[in-house]
Nanobody, 115 residues
Framework: QVQLVESGGGLVQPGGSLRLSCAAS????????MDWYRQAPGKERELVAT???????NYADSVKGRFTISRDNAKNTVYLQMNSLKPEDTAVFYC?????????WGQGTHVTVSS
């Protein structure tokens, strides 16, 4: 089992920044991927960014150039630095951990971009 705890959400004005964190604990496998998803009100959950244990990253087109995913393997923690936030970024952000043995989700953290 793997447990995920997200933090860092909140209310921010358009153009502002936030950094989300997701700490994993439990049976962490050396080869794994950690992802950030988001779900806006009335919409389906969508993949925002992915990072492998080796540091390879991928981003949704809607966040390229504005969001940066990173990780600290020693702390089993993944981060999402979000800059130039827009009202359409408002969503619940979820962390996901996956390895050959299973997939696990965090509880989500709310991000609201509004003036």
């Amino acid at each position: 089992q793997v447990q995920l705890v997200e933090s860092g959400g909140g209310l921010v004005q358009p153009g502002g920044s936030l950094r989300l964190s997701c700490a994993a604990s439990g049976s962490i496998f050396s080869i794994n991927y950690m992802d950030w998803y988001r779900q806006a009100p009335g919409k389906e959950r969508e993949l925002v960014a992915t990072i492998s244990n080796g540091g390879s990253t991928n981003y949704a087109d809607s966040v390229k150039g504005r969001f940066t995913i990173s990780r600290d393997n020693a702390k089993n923690t993944v981060y999402l630095q979000m800059n130039s936030l827009k009202p359409e970024d408002t969503a619940v952000f979820y962390c996901r951990y996956r390895d050959p043995h299973g997939t696990y989700w965090g509880q989500g953290t709310h991000v609201t971009v509004s003036s």
